[in-house]
């Protein structure tokens, strides 16, 4: 299914990407590439048209190797913490894949949880 909405500058975008996944689409924490893909294409439309992000400072992040980015936000929804993975994704070259912290109770929302385990 995820296939199915994928765009294809994320499927472009996804095959530049430094993880290692294997023949089954899956990297070495169980992320699956075929849901990224959905992933990654829903929430370029929020980054782009209606949030409107603009990223600065995006050429400080290295191209690879760890780092820890840390934000302070207010609210249940960490809506800017997606909005940091959609930057590294969209607008860093090469693209990078992160992965985001929430509370533990993000773990027993009934819809959240799991898209945010495979993503």
């Not at 500058?9 to 996944?21: G, S």
């Not at 913490?81 to 027993?108: C, N, W, Y």
Request: charged letters at 20%; glycine letters at 10%; a neutral charge.
């Amino acid at each position: 299914m995820w296939q199915r909405i994928t765009d294809p500058e994320v499927a472009e975008r996804l095959d530049r990407i430094d993880v290692p996944f294997n023949r089954y689409g899956l990297d070495p924490f169980g992320i699956s590439r075929d849901h990224l893909g959905g992933f990654y294409s829903m929430l370029g439309f929020f980054y782009r048209r209606y949030f409107r992000c603009l990223s600065f400072g995006i050429e400080h992040i290295p191209d690879s190797g760890p780092v820890m980015l840390v934000g302070n936000h207010s609210g249940g929804l960490p809506v800017d913490g997606g909005m940091v993975i959609a930057s590294l994704f969209f607008d860093k070259e090469p693209p990078r894949h992160t992965h985001g912290m929430v509370e533990k109770f993000a773990q027993h929302w009934p819809v959240v949880s799991p898209i945010f385990s495979r993503v």
